[in-house]
């Protein structure tokens, strides 16, 4: 069973900028892909951007252009570099990580906050 431990939110003014971190834990980690989901209270987790232990990426809506994912696969580790952070990107940010057993159901980080003050 795979854990994941989420770091790196925090409290910005606008514009600035946070490195959310994201660690699979785990006797065996075989990662086939990683990535990150936002969700504000009242509402569905939204995908943020997900890459591939070879490292290819996709972005969905929040943060794009601004937003760029990486992953460290002998560290077992999934980054989200956040910069330009705006208010609408406040919210708790999940991580998930997805076995090379798709069949495996994915394994979801604790969340960690993010807010952005204007």
């Known amino acids: 069973q795979v854990q994941l431990v989420e770091s790196g939110g925090g409290s910005v003014q606008a514009g600035e900028t946070l490195r959310l971190s994201c660690e699979a834990r785990g006797s065996k980690v075989k990662i086939n892909h990683m990535g990150w989901y936002h969700q504000v209270p009242g509402e569905e987790r939204e995908f943020v951007a997900s890459?591939?232990?070879?490292?290819?990426?996709n972005y969905g809506h929040p943060g794009k252009g601004r937003f760029t994912i990486s992953i460290d696969t002998a560290k077992n580790t999934v980054y989200l570099q956040m910069n330009d952070l705006q208010p609408e990107d406040t919210g708790v940010y999940f991580c998930y990580f997805q076995s090379v057993i798709i069949t495996s159901p994915p394994s979801w980080g604790q969340g960690t906050q993010v807010t952005v003050s204007s």
């Open positions: 890459i591939t232990k070879g490292g290819a990426t």
